[in-house]
């Protein structure tokens, strides 16, 4: 028996599917009581950027992963062994498929939705943390669109072989993912440059130093 949130998330014996208003809500909710607890000393802008920190983080999982609920998990060695075999290793593999598949049918839907939809799935995260900690540079963000991708591949194949939702696991996904932050990144780090006027170090002028009097 299927239950159905009326923003669209679906619950059945065996999964949860969470839409993307509800992931609004969700998210939203989550930043309010991280408010109440630690946030409330921020400053109005790091608020902003944290609430829609919160929200995207969200979104994100609620497009990328599927609640299985843990009397439906089935794992077997044969399952677990297709899975690991089902991964594409082999850099812009599927990037190449789907663009060939695309000219051939003439339609493009798949490069927006696969290529285009992953390029841009982690730019937010690129621009909002970023925000919040303007120390960051690119070697520090680079690493956290890897490990970012990394964990949300990570979560889809460990719930593949639980036996959920079968998604694809993708080595294009990580490259497409994390350049898409670090496309992102560069861009604010430009506009920080162009925009941004750094206040000049005033030297403080020596004064000249008296000589004393000889008695």
């Known amino acids: 028996m299927n239950f159905t949130t009326p923003l669209g998330s679906v ?11 509800d992931a609004v809500l969700v998210g939203f ?14 400053r109005p802008f790091e608020k902003v950027c944290l609430a829609l920190l919160f929200v995207y983080a969200s979104l994100a999982l609620s497009m990328t992963q599927t609640i299985l609920f843990p009397w439906a998990i089935q794992v077997s060695a044969q399952a677990t062994a297709e899975h690991l ?37 982690l730019m937010p995260l690129g621009i909002l943390v970023p925000l919040l900690r303007k120390q960051m540079r690119l070697p ?14 990570g979560l889809q194949l460990l719930t593949n072989i639980l036996g959920g ?8 996904d ?8 670090i496309v992102a990144y560069l861009v604010l780090a430009g506009c ?24």
Not at 11 to 21: P, Q, R
Not at 165 to 171: H, Q, T
């Open 140 to 153: 520090s963000v680079s690493l956290m669109a890897l490990l970012t991708s990394v964990s949300l591949e």
């Open 11 to 21: 619950a059945n014996e065996t999964f949860l599917y969470v839409s993307e208003g």
């Open 85 to 121: 075999q089902n991964i594409q290793w082999v850099p812009f593999a599927s990037v190449s498929q789907v663009f060939h598949f695309s000219f051939v049918y003439n339609d493009y839907y798949p490069i927006l939705k696969l290529v285009v939809g992953n390029f841009v799935a």
């Open 165 to 172: 939702r079968v998604r694809a696991v993708e080595l294009d």
């Open 174 to 181: 990580v490259i497409l993912n994390a350049a898409g932050c």
């Open 29 to 42: 909710a989550a930043y309010l009581i991280c408010y109440f607890a630690f946030f409330r000393r921020k």
């Open 192 to 215: 920080r440059r162009l925009f941004v006027v750094e206040p000049v170090k005033r030297t403080a002028a020596k004064r000249p130093k008296r000589r004393r009097a000889k008695r």
